[in-house]
């Protein structure tokens, strides 16, 4: 009889605890059913950098996106043991369930935006993009700052050495990071080109190969043409000839108005080719690769001088009289 009550009693005590276990399990399956996203608020979830992942789920909860902390503290322990939330932006579907959505905190699968810097584009300028971009961290990168991380660098200038691209970045990246990220791909690149050059060609390293992909990426966005205004360039570097080159007076003047005056052309500084010898000292923007391309292996001409036209392209000439007739023609 003994035996019998005590068989009873385990019977219907794992009786009870497979109904607890039920009901937890059906507890814990109401989140592959509830769906944190609302229509009345955002469904952009910020986790911000410091935050445990109690600080989190206890934010997600007060916020209205969860039912229960929780549920959804024992799913986050369940699915990792020791689990992380990475700061940043995460954007929550309409489809979204919570565990589909802790999956993504989980995973640190951020909402990732984009910037897009265009050929041609100066660092003063990528300076204001990225300034103006309330995703990403500019708050430690003042003048100051910029200086000590110009210094470790082999460069003059922060000029010329961001890659332009459409670059894909999770929101909170700083400053540093991002320009890191567009530099590591514009030495990737140069040190390609600088490979696979023309070894005639007069430069002494791949930055003055940069520096003269900048000048013809601000003389033409023709990609046929670009070639050959390479080649006028070496072949004037050859001669010993200067660059006489437009845009480096333009960017070494404090006040471009969008005319070039005699005053300019004699105006000696590091960057007006018309007064120095040989390349400016810094890239004039950030070339593209066609620029770069060009620069590595010019096509091997006579031309001497160039001079635009009236449909948006050069002539080219390989005599002084020649490009005269040129500038009366298209020029005046």
Not at 50 to 72: C, E, H, P
């Amino acid at each position: 009889m003994k035996n019998l009550y005590n068989y009873k009693v385990l019977k219907y005590f794992f009786f009870i605890v497979s109904i607890l276990i039920l009901l937890f399990l059906s507890f814990l399956n109401f989140s592959f059913k509830n769906s944190p996203y609302k229509n009345n608020i955002s469904n952009i979830i910020i986790v911000k950098k410091g935050d445990t992942v109690s600080n989190t789920i206890f934010n997600l909860y007060k916020k209205g996106y969860i039912d229960s902390i929780f549920r959804f503290k024992v799913l986050a322990y369940l699915y990792n043991y020791n689990p992380v939330f990475l700061n940043g932006k995460y954007l929550i579907k309409s489809n979204d369930s919570e565990f589909s959505f802790l999956v993504k905190l989980v995973k640190g699968n951020l909402l990732q935006e984009s910037i897009t810097l265009f050929e041609g584009t100066t660092y003063r300028e990528i300076k204001k993009i990225l300034y103006k971009n309330k995703s990403i961290n500019s708050s430690e990168f003042d003048d100051k700052y910029e200086k000590t991380y110009l210094s470790q660098l082999r460069y003059p200038s922060l000029e010329g050495l961001c890659f332009p691209d459409t670059y894909k970045f999770s929101a909170g990246i700083t400053f540093e990071e991002f320009l890191t990220t567009c530099q590591n791909k514009m030495e990737n690149i140069l040190l390609h080109y600088w490979r696979e050059r023309d070894f005639s060609l007069p430069y002494k390293s791949p930055y003055e190969m940069l520096i003269m992909a900048s000048i013809i990426e601000k003389e033409t966005a023709n990609e046929q043409e670009k070639p050959i205004v390479a080649s006028v360039f070496i072949n004037r570097l050859n001669k010993k000839m200067r660059l006489q080159a437009d845009p480096t007076v333009i960017y070494g003047m404090k006040n471009y108005k969008g005319n070039i005056t005699k005053k300019d052309l004699n105006e000696k500084n590091e960057y007006n080719t018309y007064k120095i010898n040989g390349l400016p000292k810094t890239p004039i923007c950030s070339p593209g690769e066609s620029s770069i391309k060009a620069a590595s292996k010019p096509i091997i001409s006579d031309y001497l001088y160039f001079v635009a036209n009236k449909n948006g392209k050069h002539v080219f000439s390989k005599n002084y009289q020649d490009h005269v007739k040129a500038v009366n023609k298209y020029q005046k």
